[in-house]
């Protein structure tokens, strides 16, 4: 039987192995927490809190007027002790609010809300207030996710549990865990969007979870139709788009999104914080994360609250040898390496992994020999050497023309180029020259 | 834990990559030519090795002194040089000069490769234009062709090529009695297994098509180009009246369209341009065989087609969600 899968795509060392049969484990209540008051894509959140107040794990202590946008809740309940910049994941130091605990385990939740009864717009308030956003690592704000223009009609609901970057488990571990609250959020985010059909989507090596999903549909579908679907395993099978259309065959039109043709998709840790939010009245401030890497020694499945920092969790939950030289917030293929270890866990943090020397080698970049193996790996279809050739050149309207902006920044062909020639790096780059220059062409009426 | 000495790289992702470099791509090429080197050593003596390391040594030592002298990283470790002194062997004379060899590949890697910025900026492909620049200055060394040492009739020491014999007025039952053959499909035999007059490496077609298989399977070469320049001068030739089989089998078309239409550098990138590619080399070498002086044209119709390349990959394929733009009216 030959699964159903995309065009391109790449098979990297999986490395699952030494986390995918370690249970999720709760990491011991912190003393104290960092939480960037902006976590999602979309406006710049502003404090609700002052130092010096008590706040309570719940509380939401981050918001803004504005959409796209996220709210933010504190994840422990103790004293406000200051707010300024700290390093954050995607390297852009934001301002951070930094709770000191009290030890007490007072908790702020919402009332629980039945998404079944309450009208659309209450429910997508209330996936707005408890600041859910794409966890799967873009931390796109669900509530507009879940909004569609009225013009575009969702049939369709995928539940990726494709999880194809390497090392990471903890979306497998999630669905093996806790199938159930799984299955109830994708309920939820169907019923919201009016979509009629909905999937469970992984790759082929995490089958196994599929029974366990299955198990859960009788009784949590709410009247939806719900099926599972195996993809084949192969990077970026989760990737929103070739997802999408492995499992429909439609294809998300170039600089289009997923609502443009009917489909939504939503990551297997934001369908668990969906249900927490409406049953348990439970914002987005703990998640799931994978630690693993050559200089992790104790590779593990891991439950904190946002805000995390994972140098307090060296050496009482994570262990890592002397020769660690690169941490990379998410996975190795679109993870992003970080300075220090004063780093917290944010919402879109879906694994920390600790790489040795010899695993961050850098190399020489060579002339690009035009093997044409990136065109192969390219999920989007694009031809990376000739975008890298453009750019070289400074040609950003060249490498417009042939499709840099359709770049999904998946790596792929950055991982598959014998020149070792950072391609990814320079599309992004790219896009950041590009529209630049389209925003100058704007200022000068052009 | 706060560990002050920790040093992190920071990088852009991916942070991974694959083991599969230049040099194991080189080296995979440089495997897939060992065949037809050993069907020149059978068929032509053990100069056929000799012909090959001066080749080979002078294209290493070439890149590795230009790169010294000019004070950049060398990049002899990658292979391509010697690739390129092996392909460069494989379609000289085994009667050539060890000198000749030499000069020809020092001048493909110098000029033809490092002049442009080394491997991945030339244009055209450096064992060619080393061919074609020998083939200029000393075209009597490049056109005094040893017959196999395995022929039947072997009296002479100095022979013509098939493609020699026809370009002289002669016939395919010139090129049967020359090649000491029965008939017609004994000759194609003999010609397929490589029992011929012509370059090192060029005569048998089995060792070759053994060579590009692995490669095919390997998944280093494409076999869009090779096929269609192989199709083309089947067809071309068969519309000038020739045997097409002969032509697809004489000469170096085999070596021309597997290990040298399939350079990465100096061939298409994208799907059109690639078969756009074949056709255009195979009609070339046709033309230039039926037209021209020279009774072979495959080095000039590869290098010829190099040159068009930046205007091949201009056909680039349709990118993922691409929709036509509809006409707007009314």
């Not at chain 2, 002194?65 to 000289?92: N, P, W």
């Not at chain 2, 096929?227 to 032509?247: C, E, H, I, N, Y």
């Not at chain 2, 195979?282 to 065989?289: A, K, P, S």
Request: hydrophobic share 45%; net charge positive; proline share 6%.
């Amino acid at each position: 039987m030959s699964l159903k899968t995309f065009r391109g795509g790449i098979h990297p060392p999986e490395n699952k192995e030494p986390t995918r049969d370690l249970p999720i484990e709760h990491v011991p209540a912190p003393t104290s927490v960092v939480i960037h008051l902006t976590q999602a894509i979309g406006a710049q959140n502003q404090p609700l809190v002052k130092v010096g107040d008590r706040v309570v794990k719940g509380q939401m202590i981050g918001d803004v007027q504005a959409c796209p946008a996220a709210a933010v809740h504190a994840s422990i309940t103790g004293i406000v002790k200051k707010i300024e910049p700290a390093p954050q994941s995607n390297l852009k130091d934001g301002m951070a609010v930094f709770i000191e605990a009290d030890g007490t385990d007072e908790t702020a939740y919402m009332a629980p809300l039945d998404a079944f009864a309450c009208s659309r717009e209450e429910a997508i308030k209330r996936l707005r207030n408890a600041g859910i956003v794409g966890m799967g690592g873009a931390s796109f704000p669900t509530d507009v996710k879940l909004a569609p223009p009225a013009d575009k009609p969702i049939d369709t609901i995928i539940a990726n549990g494709a999880e194809c970057e390497p090392y990471l488990t903890i979306d497998y571990r999630t669905m093996m865990e806790s199938p159930a609250d799984v299955v109830e959020g994708l309920a939820i985010a169907a019923h919201i969007v009016g979509a009629k059909k909905a999937y469970v989507a992984i790759e082929s090596n995490k089958a196994d979870a599929l029974p366990v999903i299955e198990k859960q549909f009788a009784e949590h579908n709410h009247g939806i139709l719900m099926g599972t679907i195996i993809a084949a395993t192969k990077y970026p099978e989760g990737g929103e788009k070739m997802l999408i259309k492995a499992i429909t065959g439609r294809e998300v039109p170039s600089k289009g999104l997923p609502f443009d043709i009917g489909v939504i998709c939503q990551n297997i840790g934001t369908l668990k914080a969906i249900k927490e939010a409406f049953v348990d009245g439970k914002p987005l401030i703990e998640r799931g994360f994978t630690v693993s890497g050559g200089a992790c020694r104790t590779p593990k499945n891991l439950y904190a609250p946002i805000g995390t920092v994972i140098a307090d969790l060296i050496p009482g939950v994570i262990q890592i040898s002397d020769n660690v030289r690169k941490v990379i917030f998410g996975g190795p293929m679109m993870g992003v390496a970080v300075p220090t270890l004063q780093t917290p866990v944010a919402k879109g943090t879906s694994g920390v992994l600790f790489f040795t020397a010899t695993e961050s080698k850098q190399y020489e970049e060579r002339l690009c020999i035009r093997c044409g193996r990136c065109a192969d790996a390219c999920p989007a279809q694009l031809m990376p050497m000739l975008l890298n050739a453009a750019l070289l050149s400074d040609d950003v309207n060249h490498a417009d023309a042939i499709g840099l902006i359709d770049c999904f920044e998946c790596g792929a062909c950055s991982y598959v180029c014998p020149a070792r020639i950072p391609l990814t790096q320079r599309f992004k780059l790219g896009k950041d020259l590009l529209h630049n220059q389209r925003a100058k062409e704007a200022r000068h009426g052009k | 834990m706060e560990n002050k000495t920790m040093k992190l790289v920071l990088s852009g992702a991916p942070h991974f990559v694959t083991g599969n470099d230049i040099q194991k791509t080189m080296g995979m090429v440089i495997i897939a030519l060992l065949p037809a080197l050993a069907g020149g050593v059978y068929f032509f003596g053990p100069r056929a090795l000799l012909v090959t390391a001066a080749s080979v040594v002078s294209a290493v030592a070439a890149e590795f002194l230009f790169r010294k002298a000019l004070r950049r990283e060398t990049h002899v470790t990658d292979l391509s040089a010697v690739v390129t002194g092996m392909l460069l062997a494989l379609i000289l004379p085994v009667s050539s000069p060890l000198w000749m060899a030499a000069v020809g590949s020092a001048f493909a890697i110098v000029v033809a490769k490092e002049l442009f910025g080394g491997l991945g900026g030339n244009f055209a492909n450096p064992a060619l234009v080393g061919r074609a620049v020998l083939l200029m200055s000393w075209p009597a060394f490049m056109t005094r062709w040893s017959p196999s040492l395995h022929a039947a009739a072997v009296d002479a020491t100095t022979t013509a090529t098939p493609l020699g014999i026809l370009k002289l007025g002669g016939t395919i039952t010139d090129v049967i009695k020359s090649v000491g053959a029965s008939g017609k499909s004994a000759l194609y035999l003999q010609m397929f297994l490589g029992n011929r007059a012509g370059c090192i490496g060029e005569t048998s077609g089995l060792l070759l098509l053994l060579g590009a298989a692995f490669l095919v399977v390997t998944r280093v070469i494409d076999l869009r180009t090779p096929v269609a320049m192989v199709a083309a001068t089947f067809a071309a030739s068969w519309l000038f009246g020739q045997d097409p089989v002969f032509s697809v089998l004489a000469g170096g078309i085999l070596l021309g369209a597997f290990f040298m239409a399939t350079d990465y550098v100096t061939t298409p990138v994208t799907p059109i341009g690639k078969w756009a590619f074949g056709i255009g080399a195979g009609l070339m070498t046709v033309l230039i065989r039926q037209l021209g002086n020279f009774p072979e044209g495959v080095t000039y119709g590869i290098l010829l087609m190099n040159v068009v390349v930046p205007y091949l990959d201009k056909i680039i394929p349709r990118k993922f969600g691409f929709v036509k733009p509809r006409k707007v009216n009314a």
